[in-house]
């Protein structure tokens, strides 16, 4: 019995004879049911971030570089996914994560008038090399210092907007508490069915590094939580 990849037949057959379902039966089925939760998690991750831009009409304290390395992060960690065909399971939050993450760097343009010509120059620059990265038209060597990379432009996205967190007041601006705690989550979660899923070790090394970082930042928005200003609701 077989549903999107999700083996059901040994839980459901430990169950009927009355035995709860054996370590090696259920621990597949745990890491495939929470990569498919992430997934369905990840269509909704930084809608809050989006909108507390949106509603405040304000990119206070946050570094634009920082949301357009990420986009870039994203874009070669799912072009490597998908060309060493691993279960959609493992790797689907990526797809939805890379269309929020292009939405929220328009976002941050929009509201970051006027957008100086450097800026315009690293979004055209993205626009004409994405899709040969996503197609996988790039000699194999190459593709696999990208996904190395990636790993250290992850942790150089987060960078900045860390630094800017402390040295700016010690605040952290428009940053959402949802966003960070839900790739705070995610990132954790991640870690268990990559082991499951057993991926490439980069790939779980980018969750690790997913939790150091994204967990530096969720820890600056509790420890400034009172230096926000007032009018703002914390569950934002």
């Known amino acids: 019995m077989d549903y999107l990849g ?17 370590k090696d039966c259920l621990l597949p ?24 831009i949106v509603n405040h009409k304000s990119v206070k304290g946050l570094s634009l570089i920082a949301f357009e390395l990420e986009v870039v992060g994203y874009t070669i960690a799912l072009a490597y996914c998908l060309h060493n065909g691993l279960p959609f399971s493992a790797y689907g939050e990526l797809v939805f994560l890379l269309i ?22 690293r979004a055209l620059l993205y626009c004409a090399v994405a899709p040969t990265i996503l197609a996988g038209q790039i000699d194999p060597i190459l593709f696999e210092a990208l996904y190395a990379s990636q790993h250290a432009i992850f942790f150089f996205a987060r960078v900045p907007q860390i630094w800017k967190n402390f040295s700016q007041n010690k605040s ?12 705070v989550a995610g990132s954790l979660v991640r870690v268990f069915t990559s082991l499951q899923e057993k991926a490439p070790a980069m790939v779980l090394l980018g969750s690790v590094l997913g939790i150091a970082t994204n967990g530096a ?20």
């Open 172 to 183: 952290t601006g428009e940053l959402s508490f949802l966003t960070c705690l839900m790739n």
């Open 217 to 236: 930042l969720l820890s600056q928005i509790i420890l400034y939580w009172n230096s926000q200003v007032p009018k703002e609701k914390k569950a934002e």
């Open 100 to 121: 929020q993450a292009l939405i929220l760097v328009a976002v941050i343009y929009y509201y970051s008038k006027p957008v100086g010509i450097t800026t315009w120059i």
């Open 6 to 22: 999700i083996d059901l037949s040994c839980a459901i057959g430990s169950l009927k004879d009355g035995n709860f379902p054996p």
């Open 29 to 52: 089925l745990i890491s495939k049911l929470l990569g498919y939760a992430i997934v369905a998690a990840s269509t909704t991750v930084k809608l809050p971030q989006i909108l507390k």
